[in-house]
């Protein structure tokens, strides 16, 4: 198992935007459902958002919902997070995993990656 690349972190003001990337070097990512975590410190880790194999279901944590889009390109092996107007509660580190078994839900993540950090100063 390989595990998934993260990237596009960083230090932005609070209203700010980022996107963050999630690459996969395995052809099977493309029929896996792939979804965005995060855990900010003393915290347990989140599910942020998930998306089907084809793109076509999403869901969203109630606390993004309006704020962050995620997407997918499969001919790339990336999944996408675009997050608009930041919050300072958005900082933590954000990793993506892909489901073990479906490719409309995660429930058993896999092939985790490092995680990047988002920081949201206010």
């Known amino acids: 198992q390989v595990p998934l690349v993260e990237s596009g972190g960083g230090l932005v003001q609070a209203g700010g935007s980022l996107r963050l990337s999630c690459a996969a070097s395995e052809p099977s990512f493309s029929s896996y459902a792939v979804g965005w975590f995060r855990q900010a410190p003393g915290k347990e880790r989140e599910s942020v958002a998930t998306i089907s194999w084809d793109g076509v279901n999403a869901y969203y944590a109630d606390s993004v919902k309006g704020r962050f889009t995620i997407s997918r390109d499969n001919a790339k092996r990336t999944v996408y997070l675009q997050m608009n107007s930041l919050k300072s509660a958005d900082t933590a580190v954000y990793s993506c995993?892909?489901?073990?078994?479906?490719?409309?839900?995660?429930?058993?993540?896999?092939?985790w990656g490092q995680g990047t950090q988002v920081t949201v100063s206010s």
């Open positions: 995993a892909q489901d073990r078994f479906s490719g409309v839900v995660v429930t058993t993540p896999d092939h």
